[in-house]
Nanobody, 126 residues
């Protein structure tokens, strides 16, 4: 499976963006799909995860009231709707796919995922 993330850009604080992630040479079916982000000089950070099997979601506590993860099954596309963006949200956002058991702690870590997209830059200006 190859993943392609898109939708990043430059936005003012308080604005919104919607990121998309599509798969090629395969399908998301059966995988957990997640978004991570990495700011300059920082480690890659879990943002949110979606279970393609159950539709369950889990969020990083720091963003759960502002971001929403979803999947459009017909188009096999993963989304991350980001509202009320802050300068601290500035980072490269990556989509990923993994198949660890739902609820396993690795679901919140990069090593819990097999496939990664190339990343899309999100920059929030103050």
């Amino acid at each position: 499976v190859q993943l392609q993330a898109s939708g990043g850009g430059l936005v003012q604080a308080g604005g919104s963006l919607r990121l998309s992630c599509t798969a090629s040479r395969g399908t998301f079916s059966g995988y957990h799909m997640a978004w991570f982000r990495q700011a300059p000089g920082k480690e890659r950070e879990f943002v949110a995860v979606f279970s393609s099997r159950s539709g369950g979601t889990r969020y990083n506590e720091s963003i759960k009231d502002r971001f929403s993860i979803s999947k459009q099954y017909l188009q096999d596309t993963l989304y991350l709707q980001m509202n009320s963006l802050k300068p601290d949200d500035t980072a490269v956002y990556y989509c990923s796919a993994g198949n660890r058991p739902w609820g396993d702690s690795s679901m919140l870590r990069p090593d819990g995922y097999i496939y990664w997209g190339q990343g899309t830059q999100v920059t929030v200006s103050s």
